[in-house]
């Protein structure tokens, strides 16, 4: 923001993450350099003239026309003048700006960059720093000077610190908890040492608590709150605004693990072309709500987002989500098949490194996709001439051995599977 060269920056990232709290501390840093800064929330707004009318009622609390009589021009004549005559270098800081550029008012997007476009062409003194959730990476196109900056969780130091700040008598264990179960958000780090603060119990028997707790957004969740403190309303009004397509596709994609690649993300989409699920996926990181991986080749979905993404399971997504669990299942019991073939064929140790890399996936898949009728059979029947694999596979650790074949007899034998039945009691027996 000090940089002649720069004239807008986009600071973006998850709900939550702390967008605001990072525009207010640069604000804070700028203006103790010199030039004025204004905070404009546009949490609200709904068209271009209300950006224009919180510009001009900005400006004028802040004594810019004291010697000009501008009340005949129109308001956008009024404002572009207004900054024909700024002097002194300002930074205004647009918070929030998702809610009015994601409104859903036709053209309101373009009618606010161009109006921001024209402002910044009419004096060289006004630099922009706007908040969103989604990236404005785009603007490289029509703005010289924009900067787009990612924000994510917190690191580890910066967790403590802040920890340490709400809850100045916890330990340092305690402290490394807070920071474990809320993900290094601040926001939920925010409400979880409020809640610890507000309850009668020790910092350690709270979070100990915390720590079994599976829904960790449910439990920080306070109704009371304001609906900018509430990590539920944040993500809702974020999930509202995506594309039918897009809501379904984020829904399906919490089903995965930590990390996920793009073929299985493109077979729990249902997605026959790779190309298609990467556009999906890259919507999705423009909007922050997913994002790459420490993996190369990986994407990652934060840990508060997957549980938020699960309510709506919950709510009113269960079909899509139980859609994207048998093409989840059906996608490593494929896998597995073809481990098996590749074992038997004599490529054993490529085939033992693939399913070390993939074997919670596939055991889970095996495991519960017998008892999915949409892939109950092929599950039967690849355990059935596979016991040679498994058992080598797991020479070591026989339990598993017998978790899988004893959940796949169990289950051909309640839906009357008798074939398989038989077959897969002598895999067993091979164990």
Request: proline fraction near 2%.
């Amino acid at each position: 923001m000090t940089s002649e060269s720069t004239r807008l920056v986009s600071v973006w990232g998850s709900p939550g993450f702390g967008k605001t709290s990072a525009a207010i501390t640069v604000g804070h840093h700028l203006q103790a350099r010199g030039p004025p800064v204004f905070f404009i929330s546009l949490r609200g707004l709904k068209s271009k003239s209300d950006l224009t009318s919180k510009f001009l009622s900005l400006f004028r609390q802040a004594g810019t026309l004291q010697t000009v009589k501008l009340q005949d021009l129109s308001a956008d004549d009024e404002l572009c003048s207004i900054f024909d005559r700024l002097s002194d270098r300002c930074v205004i800081i647009l918070d929030n700006a998702d809610d009015l550029l994601e409104c859903g008012v036709q053209n309101v997007k373009e009618e606010v960059f161009n109006l921001l476009g024209e402002i910044l062409n009419r004096s060289d003194k006004v630099n922009f720093l706007l908040t969103t959730r989604e990236s404005l990476s785009y603007l490289n196109l029509h703005f010289q000077g924009h900067k787009s900056v990612r924000i994510r969780e917190l690191d580890k130091l910066s967790c403590q610190t802040l920890a340490q700040e709400l809850l100045p008598g916890a330990s340092t264990s305690d402290l490394t908890k807070v920071s474990q179960i809320c993900g290094q958000v601040p926001l939920a780090i925010k409400l979880l040492c409020s809640s610890i603060s507000e309850d009668f119990t020790s910092s350690s028997q709270y979070l100990e608590s915390m720590e079994r707790t599976e829904n960790i957004v449910e439990m920080l969740d306070n109704p009371d709150y304001p609906s900018n403190s509430r990590l539920k309303s944040l993500f809702e009004s974020s999930f509202q605004r995506l594309s039918k397509q897009d809501q379904e596709a984020l829904v399906s994609l919490c089903i995965l693990p930590a990390n996920f690649d793009l073929k299985i993300s493109a077979a729990v989409l249902g997605i026959a072309r790779t190309t298609e699920a990467e556009k999906v996926l890259r919507r999705l990181q423009r909007k922050s709500l997913i994002d790459c991986s420490s993996e190369f080749g990986k994407f990652c979905m934060h840990k508060l987002i997957q549980s938020l993404a699960r309510e709506k399971v919950e709510a009113d997504m269960k079909n899509t989500v139980l859609l994207s669990k048998s093409r989840f299942h059906a996608f490593y019991i494929a896998q597995f098949e073809e481990l098996n073939e590749d074992f038997l064929s004599g490529r054993s140790m490529p085939a033992f490194l693939k399913f070390s890399d993939d074997e919670n996936n596939i055991v889970q898949s095996l495991v519960d996709g017998c008892l999915d009728s949409k892939t109950a059979d092929r599950v039967f029947d690849v355990l059935a001439k596979a016991e040679l694999f498994l058992d080598t596979v797991f020479w070591s650790e026989g339990s598993k051995f017998y978790k899988i074949l004893d959940s796949a007899i169990t289950a051909a034998k309640q839906t009357g599977k008798k074939f398989f039945y038989r077959r897969l009691l002598n895999s067993k027996a091979f164990g």
